[in-house]
Structures are given as C-alpha cells and as structure tokens.
C-alpha cells in the first residue's frame, strides 16, 4: 500500500523531498553539527531514491505524467476544456535519464560536502542553497510546462550564484558569483520574452501543446533564437563560455562538480526544445539545426582543449576541459539532429550518434565530478591550486591519486573507463557522418590525454615536498563521495552495455519520438 | 544612524498598522488584488521602517535576525505542507480539496456580483498564509542584512 | 489609426526600456548601475507579458464583480507576478554582492573590479 502511495507521486515527491530538506535547514541547523549533518545526508538519500524510482518506473511502465492540482494525477485535460491550462510533469526516458544523472551525482556530491565544507560558518545556509540547486535542477529536467521551466531555471541560477559566492575569498568568489548571476538572469530574460512570444500566438505554455500548435512564423524563429542562445550559454558551448572558467574555479569543488550537472541540465533544454517543440519544421531543414549544433560542438571542443593546456590554476584547467567535453554530446546529438529527416541514415548512424551524446552526458556528469572533487581534496590538504605549486602528493593522498588517475583516463577517453564507451560510439557515427568531424574528436581527446598527463605529473609524482609534508588522506565522506562516482565510471567503462540497452537507448527514441510526447498530453488529439 | 524623535515616534506609531494592512492584503489574497507576497512585502515595508528611522543597533532586539529565519522557514513549510495535504486525500499534489467542503474556507462562491466571502476558496488562503509568512521573514532578512551596513555620515 | 497606435503603444515602451537597459549594462561601469540597467531590462520584459495579455473589452477575472461569464485568462499576469518575485529575489541578491564586493574592493567600478584572469 505504502509504496503504490508513494509511487504514485513520484514526481511531486521528487521536487517536494530536496524543498523540504532545504526550508527545514534553519531550523535543523540549530540542533547542532550531527543532527545537520544526519539531516542533509537524509535528504540527500531520499532524493536520490525517489529519482532512481522515478526513473526505473518510466523505464518499466512508459511515460510517466503527474498533473498539479486536477482531479487525478493523470488528468491532463480539464473535463470543460480541449487544452491543458495547469501545470504537469511530463516524464519521458530522457527525462528519466537526466533524473538518474542528477540523483546519483548529487548523492555522492553531497556526502563529500559533509567533511569538505565543515570548516566553514553559516552552513546551514550552504545546504539549503544546495538542496533549492538540486531542486531546480530536478525540476528542469522533469518539467512539461514552458513557464514551469523558466521557474526552475532561476531557481538553480540564483541557488547557484549564491554557492558561487558563498565562499568570499577576498571578494573574488563574489565577483564570480556577481557574473553568474547576471548572465544567467540576462539568459532568463531572453527566455522569460522566448515564453512571452509563443504563449502570446499560441496560448499554451504546455510543451506538447506548444509543439502540436506551433506553426513556425517569423516570431517562432525569434523565439528559437531566444531560446536556444540562452541555454547553449548555460550548458557552456564555445562562443558563450566565458563564465565557466571564473565560475567553476571560484565555487567550493563539491559546488562545481554539481554545476556541471547543472549545465548539463541546459543542455537537456536545448536538445528537448530543438527536437520536441521545433521538431516538425521541415521547411528550416533538419540539417540547419544539426549543423547548428555540431559547429557549437566542433568550437567547443577544440577551443576548449586549446585554452586548457597552457593553465596554470588546477580547478580552471578542469573547467576548460569541461568546455571541451561539452563539446562532445553537441557534437553527436548535432549529428543525430542533422539526419533526423533521412531515416536511412538515422538507423545506420544517426541513432548511435546521439546514444554516444547522451552516454556521454553521463558520463563527463560523473568523470568530470570526481575530477573537481580531487581538486577540492587537494586543495583542502594543500591550501592551493596552482599546479607550479603542487608535487609529491602521491606518497601522502594515494587513493586521492586513484581516484585523479581514474577521472583523467576516463576524460581522455582511454579504454576501459567510461569516457572511451562513449566516445567510441561518437566516433564510429560521426565517421559516416564525416570523417573530418572524427578526427577533430580524435585529436581534442589526445590533447585532453596530454594535458592531464601534464597534471598528474606536476600533482602527484616527484619526491615529497616539505611544505606537503602535513597533507594526509582525506577524511571518510570525501572518501566515499568520490568513491561512489569511481565506481560508476569504472563499471560503466567494463559494462557500457547494460547502461547502453536499458537507460540510454529509450532516451534517443524518446528524443526522436516527438508524435509520443505530443500524444501522452493531447491523446493524439 | 538615528532619526529625530518625531520621525522615531511616528515609526512606532505606523509600524503596528503597517503589519494590520499587511495582515489584510495577504488573508484577502483570494478576494481582492493583492496576496502572499505583496501583503508580505507591506509587513516587511514595516520593518524597514523601523530600521531606517531607528539605529540599526537599536532595532535588533525588536527585530531579530534568528527569529526572522524561523519565520521564514515556517512560512515555506505551511506551503509545502498545504501542498502535501493534497497526496494525503488521494489527489495530486496542490489539489484543492478543501475548496467548496462547507467546512474551512469550503464556501461556494455565490454568482453575479457581491462583495465577497472569506470563508471560500479552499487551499488558496493557506497557501497566501503561508508565502505571507515566509515573505515577511525573507525580506526582513535581506533588509536587515543590507541595511547592517549603513554608518553615520561624516559631518563636514 | 489612432487606436493601432495606442494599442501597439505598450510595445514601443518595451522596446525603449529594452534598449535602455541594454545600454546601462553596456555601457555604465559602475555595477549598481549595471544592475539598474537589469532591472528595466526585468521591467520591460514583465510589461511586454502583461501587453500580451490585453484583450479588447475583455473583463478582469474577478469572480465576484464580473457583470458577465466573458472574462479574460489572466495567465500572463501570473506569469508575471511569478517573474516580479523573482526580480525581486534576483536583485536583492545581486545587490548584495554588489555590497560584498564594495566591502572587499572598496570600489563598486567594473573596470576596476577584476581580480579573476581570464
């Protein structure tokens, strides 16, 4: 009974569970330092199993469609009316795979942050702001509502800003966070005109409402290009990614490591509104959009890489390689996009192009986050980030150099770790696709291999230090936060295909099946 | 950095009445233009008063920074519980299973034009309570933060 | 003619408060001034929501006072009531930054505020 109870409400429950762990904090937080700690770790559980659920109950069953406020959670349509006017959560497999994404991340993120942050004052708002980030960022991605999103954006914007700043550090975390959150708000803005336009000809805010209506006039382009612009700055795509540096060096590592999750969570947006609500427009070409998508990618990737090699701030080179990575899932879910009209070509290669994107969305969300993680560890034992710096720690933080080893093959995409299943399925597709596009892929990850080699070096060889020589292993929550993330690279590197099977190859048709997202609102209406 | 007496007075005369109007706004959320949040934000209006009128020393112990936390804390839970309440009747979340009850605020709504009725509109009051409550103590928070930072002028 | 005009007014207004705010964050080095110029920018946004909005002889959907059952769906002034609250919790935020980094610069000029290398 209890559990029927709670599996109905999945995804009221997923939003409601990180609100409610994040409003209580004030009050739990002073209760003292084991209670807050039990209290966060709690929540953090908690909204990771009601996501797994949620997802594996879309994998099993299909769709999952949760209605606020109506008769029954399934009521899309009101009784008097043959639209949908209230807010619903439309899960789908893509949906259900960032979902799994976020849970897993945040779970070992957050139980890092319970030793790495706890020398620091007012932690019980760090938590609440991380719990609201977690929030929005789940929200973003589970939504079918335009405005909804809109909501849950500014939700992780301003959370998130406020993480980045939450560290002061002579005003410079501050100046990061300042930046942050103008751009992001100036973003949201954009988007906020995007909704305003559409809701204005179509009067629906409800994406598969919007998505059957929307008939592609000269405003709809305006509002594409209001759309995706924004969000392609928040996922970090080239042109746009200035923030990411500043942004992702300032901000506590298990801070980072979370945004890039919520950059991730952008890129959904893009890849959702580019396929599912614009996805019919013939008369634009698919390709258009696709070469849209790749040419992002190819920048990214490449300009990315360049910038990261020469630097000299340990957490700022990760960041550029985050760029670079990023680079990745534009690229293979560009090359899908592209052939969607030529359903030859989707079958042969389309199709694996965007499963190896997507792969990779999960991938760099947990290769990426232990690397930021290590950094954090570093930095904590070491007090510095500047590689010049740095040396010998492998004789003192051994498992802190597994864990770096782990991470840094995986990015560079070297077999068996997870980073090279999925880059291997981007370059068998994109090679049919063209073979230039591959071997541009090809190189950005050798460059990716030299730099981190670079790292490792100048990190974790050479004799012991004497300014070092206080640095020991980490305490056991940092240990088992970036454990658990070691542990998935690695099993989803000796064992991609399970993961490709059951998680990412729904996603892709549930990306490329616009008719089916359509239909679970209006009934084929 | 303190006022003269007539300003500090006035202050405290208003500041009562300040926190009554704001009451209103907020309880005929459902009635009348006006809700949670601006009903929230008059109350915290009050506040500032206070604060600007009075040194910002000698507000704290009638304000205070932990309590406004709570209260914040308190308003968003009323919120999301309102929310829940829902799930426990076998809706979805946020349905309004209190409206038209006959019990608390269950009322039916009377047709054509008439002043109004408080006691109607099921969830929605509780609801307006609740983000009353939680804009009161956010906002106060952020002025008290803010204006923490004032000192007094330098006089040439 | 003249009603076209005043109809299509609302938008001229939101494109000039637009161009203004743009202006203020482009072009103003002082970030309280930048911020100002992000909330016109807000405002033009939200006035551009409410114009939407508007509909000819349509009645306020106030239950109790409308003479008629033809009311108008006041979705965008949800929508912008939402956008309002979070302007709000937007620029106090930012404002607060603004405060910090005033405390730990002495300096609230742009140009001068640069301690991240990029």
Known sequence: MMDTFVMRHLPALLIATPLFAAFLMPLVGNAGRTVRSAWVFLGALLTSAIGLALAWKVLATGTVLYVFGAATTQQALPPDAAFPIRIMFQVDALSALMAVIVSLSSLGITIYSLAAESKQSGLETFYAMLFLLIAGVLGMVVTGDLFNFFVFLEISSLAGAALVAYRVDDGVAVEAGLKYALLSTVGALAVLTAIGILFAQYNALNLASLAARLQFTALDKVALVLLAVPLAMKCGAVPMHFWTPDTYTTAPSSVTAFLVVSSQASLYALFRILFTLYGHLVQFSWATFGWFLIVLGVLSMFIGVTMAIPQKDVKRLMAYHAVSQTGYMLLGVGVGLAVLGNAEALKTYGKTAMAGGLFHIINHAMYKGLLFLTAGAIFLRTGTRNLNRLGGLGHTMPWTMVFFMIGALAIAGVPPFNGFASKLLIYESVFRFSPFLSIIAMVVSILTLASFVKVFHSMFLGPPRAEFAEAREVPAPMFIGMALLALFVVVAGLMPQPFIDHLISPAVDALVDRSGYIAAILGGR | ?156 | MMTLLLLKLPYFTVVVLTLLGLAAMVFKKNLIKILMGLSLMESAVNLFLVATGYRMGGVAPIFTNAPSPHMTLPTVQALTLTSIVIGVATSAMMLSFAMVIYKKYGTVDSQKVKKLKG
């Open chain 2, 1 to 156: 950095m303190k006022m003269t007496k007539i300003v500090r007075t006035t202050a405290d005369v208003f500041y009562p009445f300040c926190l009554v109007f704001g009451l209103y706004v907020v309880i005929h959320g459902h009635l009348t233009p006006g809700g949670g949040f601006q009903g929230g934000a008059v109350m915290a209006t009050g506040a500032a008063l206070l604060i600007v009128a009075h040194a910002y020393e000698d507000i704290t112990g009638r304000i205070r920074k932990t309590a406004m936390k709570i209260l914040e804390a308190i308003g968003l839970l009323t919120f999301l519980f309102a929310g829940l309440s829902g799930i426990l009747f076998h809706r979805p979340f946020m349905a309004n299973w209190m409206a038209q009850t006959g019990k608390l605020f269950g009322n039916t709504v009377a047709h054509g034009p008439n002043p109004g009725d408080l006691n109607t509109a099921g969830l929605l009051p509780l609801l307006n309570v609740g983000v009353g409550i939680e804009v009161l103590g956010g906002l106060t928070v952020i002025l008290l933060y803010m204006l923490s930072g004032i000192k007094e002028e330098k006089k040439p």
